[in-house]
């Protein structure tokens, strides 16, 4: 089946404890990224990756990390985990940026205290 | 930076009745897509259209694209309890590589 495999679904830390968010896809998709979701604030890009080793910023890239070392991987690291990251964070991925549809993952609620 | 803005924020119809949702946008755009969030999951593709489409259809959806007024509307038909979810705009626009999501519209469907 195809799919976008978020771990773990939720998760509670508290300040300053680095943690990683896996994302793997089984589609063969270039393109990845990471998004954010807060209450009246939509969704917000993080970082994406249009390729193996080719991340760029999103729109909130500050606090958080992101490598792509293989294709099918995009986890995302927050090295010093602060209370302005609690959030709900989703990766997706799509053949292309644009013109293709997005496949998204379940999301990985955040909680840091 | 620029989005799509869903209205209304919030939608309530009863189960059977037709339910219509708008995106408006800022700048002229290369394509815009629709889709799906039940609550708290992962965002669904509806459908994308593309800026020399008018209209697209797809099972109960139908979407419409003025370009002259910048904006696009979902129609769902004969909705359904199982409707009830947010549902967001994407666009994308020329030169810029990235899909920006508007804030959504809660659709409730009552039984």
């Known amino acids: 089946e195809a799919q976008v495999t978020q771990n773990p679904r939720y998760l509670i830390t508290v300040t300053g404890k680095k943690l990683t968010v896996t994302c793997s896809q089984n589609m063969n998709h270039e393109y990845m990224s990471w998004y954010r979701q807060d209450p009246g604030l939509g969704l917000r890009q993080i970082y994406y990756s249009m390729n193996v080793e080719v991340t760029d910023k999103g729109d909130v890239p500050e606090g958080y990390k992101v490598s792509r070392k293989e294709k099918r991987n995009f986890p995302l690291i927050l090295e010093s985990p602060s209370p302005n990251q609690t959030s709900l964070y989703f990766c997706?991925?799509?053949?292309?940026?644009?013109?293709?549809?997005?496949?998204f993952g379940n999301g990985t609620r955040l909680t840091v205290t | 930076s620029q989005q799509g803005e869903e209205d209304p924020q919030a939608l309530s119809i009863q189960e059977g009745e037709n339910a219509t949702m708008n995106c408006s946008y800022k700048t002229s755009i290369n394509n815009l897509q629709w889709y799906r969030q039940n609550s708290g999951r992962g965002l669904v593709h509806l459908i994308l259209i593309r800026s020399n489409e008018r209209e697209k259809h797809s099972g109960r959806l139908r979407v419409t694209l003025d370009t002259s007024k910048k904006s696009s509307s979902l129609l769902i038909t004969a909705s359904r309890a199982a409707d009830t979810a947010s549902y967001f705009c994407?666009?994308?626009?020329?030169?810029?590589?990235?899909?920006?999501f508007g804030t959504g519209t809660r659709l409730t469907i009552i039984p």
């Open positions: 994407a666009t994308d626009y020329f030169g810029n590589e990235k899909l920006t």
């Open positions: 997706a991925s799509s053949l292309w940026p644009t013109n293709s549809p997005l496949h």
